[in-house]
């Protein structure tokens, strides 16, 4: 469910601000619409955290007061990002910023200051790729981007920033409607492929078209998926010896679960996955043992920190799951 901004789409953005822009010049417009900026959380220099940025649309010169709605959502957003593992674990590696970029109007009631809109029911995007660059030039370089908006509509989109690269990808930039919790839980798995590389483990047939198997004896790429050519599901014991995540079933307290179940990538066959219950899968759920390594991976990497897949088990065991 990945979206990218095209180069199009922000070719026409560009024409179109160049039209709005007339004869102003593009720096007299940034320096005028500079948006503030205020750390949620700052624990360290950007070189050495996970630094992320909440970017606000639909949010009026009303909602933007040090105690307006646009804050809240920051902080309750926020609060109930870091009380989820492995962000609760690793919470001393972020930083966490909100940027107060104001709009005419709240969002799908007119002009807003990225233009969120939605692309079919629930698939929220933004229009205008280089309003948010611009507005995140108020904020320290970010590896996340959370683009909230200010709706009543639920609705998400795990798009990425194509202007801004950060360890070698496109930046996370997923957006969710500040309505519901449920649309923010979206914005977290979206966030599972968009930061951590991870793939989808739900069937829906229908999408499973637009997503070909790899060929040529080659697996799929991500940590949580395999395809049944790659995996023995015979015994624990060839689970253990085949399975991408088969050093798992060596922890404590692996024995209660099988460590492969068949479905994901859209396909109700052919695929396998770890854990019977995760994020990628039903967004509500907490992210399985697997999926929970990986992300924690990405966290240590884009903060420059040390990795140690031992300690990280260590500090989530087993029974922490159900
Ligand atoms: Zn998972």
């Known amino acids: ?172 930039a997923p957006t969710f409607s500040a309505r519901d919790t449920i649309s923010f839980q979206t914005a977290l798995h979206e966030l599972g492929h968009s930061f951590a590389g991870l793939g989808d483990e739900y069937v829906d047939e229908r999408t499973a078209g637009r997503y070909p198997l790899p060929t040529e004896g080659r697996d799929l790429p991500h940590a949580n998926l395999t395809l049944a050519a790659h995996i023995d599901v015979t015994s624990r014991e060839t689970i253990r010896a085949t399975a991408k995540w088969g050093r798992f079933l060596d922890l404590p307290g692996a024995k209660r679960w099988s460590w492969a179940h068949e479905g994901g990538y859209f396909r109700g066959s052919g695929v396998f996955r770890p854990f019977r219950r995760c994020r990628m899968r039903t967004v509500s759920d907490v992210f399985c043992p697997v999926c929970c390594e990986q992300i924690a991976k990405a966290i240590h990497e884009a903060a420059g920190a040390p990795w140690s897949p031992e300690e990280h088990l260590e500090k989530h065991p087993l029974r922490k799951w159900r």
């Open 1 to 172: 469910m990945q979206r990218k901004v095209t180069t199009a789409s922000v070719l026409a953005s560009l024409v179109l601000l160049c039209l709005a822009l007339g004869p102003v010049s593009l720096g007299e417009e940034e320096e005028e619409k500079k948006p503030r900026v205020r750390a949620w959380r700052e624990t360290g220099p950007a070189e050495e955290r996970v630094d992320i940025v909440f970017v606000g649309d639909g949010y009026q010169r009303r909602h933007l007061t040090r105690t307006g709605k646009f804050w809240r959502d920051v902080n309750r957003y926020a609060r109930e990002l870091f009380e989820e593992r492995p962000f609760s674990t690793y919470k001393k590696l972020f930083n966490v910023y909100g940027v107060f970029l104001e709009s005419k109007n709240v969002a799908l009631k007119g002009e807003t200051a990225l233009g969120c809109y939605y692309a079919s029911p629930r698939l929220l995007r933004f229009r205008d790729a280089k309003a948010l660059v611009r507005a995140l030039a108020a904020a320290p370089p970010p590896d996340i981007v959370f683009v909230m908006v200010n709706t009543e509509e639920m609705g998400g989109a795990g798009t990425s920033l194509g202007e801004i690269q950060r360890r070698g990808r496109p930046l996370p």
